[in-house]
């Protein structure tokens, strides 16, 4: 299986754009498989960020005795 990959501008219809290069490439006639990947929001990304920091801070010295609980 091989891959096509393309950025294309979407305009608010049902249909997907497809560049005339990435139509050469396609085969005439045959099923494919499409993925699309749609960027994150980018509220959505701040939050994330700001949770993954939060978590890989050190604990503080009032919880340090649960680094040596077995």
């Given at each position: 299986m091989s891959a096509?990959?393309?950025e294309t501008e979407l305009r608010?219809?049902?249909s997907l754009?497809?560049?005339p290069e990435v139509m050469e490439r396609l085969p005439k006639s045959g099923r494919v498989t499409v993925v699309v990947l749609v960027p994150d929001n980018q509220d959505d990304q701040d939050w994330?960020?700001?949770?993954?920091?939060?978590?890989?801070?050190?604990?503080?010295?009032?919880?340090?005795v649960y680094d040596?609980?077995?």
């Open positions: 096509i990959e393309f608010g219809d049902s754009p497809l560049p994330r960020r700001a949770a993954y920091e939060q978590f890989m801070k050190d604990d503080g010295r009032e919880d340090s040596t609980y077995q």
